[in-house]
């Protein structure tokens, strides 16, 4: 039996890896942060199937203990402060935890099971102000926030283990995967969610920041898939994980709405631009410039041949079946929510 140590367990990715692995019979281990209530997040359902070690990215010794108990295998870091628009408020916290907590369990590794595999949760946001059109493994970098920054570090230190110790370590240079179990401060789960809530009729309006801005989304069931391929692989590499097509937030607004049977145009410009509900003539979308970032990432778009070729991996779940399976859910959620009120 395989053995896998997951760190960011409780997480968007980390909970979705853990169903993947645990089918696939491994036995999972998962690393929790220690917080004041006990909170198992999205592995909530895999509480009697995962051996949860409690640590943190932060704390080394916590690290080489989570290395002994579970002698993974195959040790996924998931973790991370990963929220953008929160790595301009902490960028300390943002950095210890991406970057030096990367060195933190690559040493755990090196010094307690040096044969393990690694997995690096990269980012498409090390692309940041794009400097070619798709993106690439060779595409040139150019971080664009704290985290962005800090992701880069992380990126660099597991080649540098790769090249200087012979760990097998990879990254996997994922592009925005969202899903029913997103946070909610993501633009996307923000859009389902706000839908749902509008839909129900306990929300008027949905407030957001550049609508502008162009991301590559797929789903994060699939991505997980990809994490796992490149661990199987005989040689380490980093790939690019993406969906090869590109939206714009306004277009995801759009369909969440359509997929709540609800009509919605965009009209005027900047920050006067709304969004209004075509029966009603009601205002459901309106801009916030508290939610601009310092500094933006306006557009990306990767190209997955690599990972394709390679790993033989591949998207499943399309664009309009993402959004659509996230407001099927929101509108689930709400609706219980209020029939506990
Ligand atoms: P997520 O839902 O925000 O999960 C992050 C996880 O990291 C949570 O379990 C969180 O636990 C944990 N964590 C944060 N700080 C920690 C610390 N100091 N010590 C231990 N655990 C800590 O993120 P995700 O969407 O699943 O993403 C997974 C990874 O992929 C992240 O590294 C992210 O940066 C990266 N990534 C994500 C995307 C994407 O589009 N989703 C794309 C590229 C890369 P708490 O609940 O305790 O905070
Ligand atoms: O923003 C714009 C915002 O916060 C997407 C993380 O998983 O993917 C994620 O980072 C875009 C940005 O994700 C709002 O300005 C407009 O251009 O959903 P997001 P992100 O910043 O792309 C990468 C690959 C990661 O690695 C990260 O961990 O949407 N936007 N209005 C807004 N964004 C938010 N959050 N809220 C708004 O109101």
Known sequence: MKSALI???NGQDGSYLAELLLEKEYKVYGLLRRKSVVDYGNAEHLVDKIEFIYGDMTDYVSLA?????????????LAAQSFVATSWEQPIATTQIDALGVTNLLEAIRIIKPEAKFYQA??????????EIPQSESTPFYPRSPYGVAKLYGHWITKNYRESFDV???SGILFNHESERRGKEFVTRKI????ARIKLGVQD???LGNMSAKRDWGHSKDYVKAMWLMLQQEKADDYVVASGDTHEVREFVKLAFEAADIQMEFTGEGINEI???KKTGKTLVKVNPKFFRPAEVELL???PAKAEQILGWKREISFKELVGRMVQNDIKLVGKELSNI
């Open 168 to 170: 097998f370590a990879c």
């Open 122 to 131: 990269s980012t498409s946001e090390m692309f940041g102000l794009v400097q």
């Open 65 to 77: 203990k989570a290395m002994k108990i579970s002698q993974a295998d195959e040790v996924y870091n």
């Open 301 to 303: 778009l990767g190209d």
């Open 205 to 207: 309006v949905l407030e």
């Open 275 to 277: 969004g209004i509900d």
């Open 192 to 195: 389902t969610d706000a839908v």
């Open 7 to 9: 760190t960011g367990i």
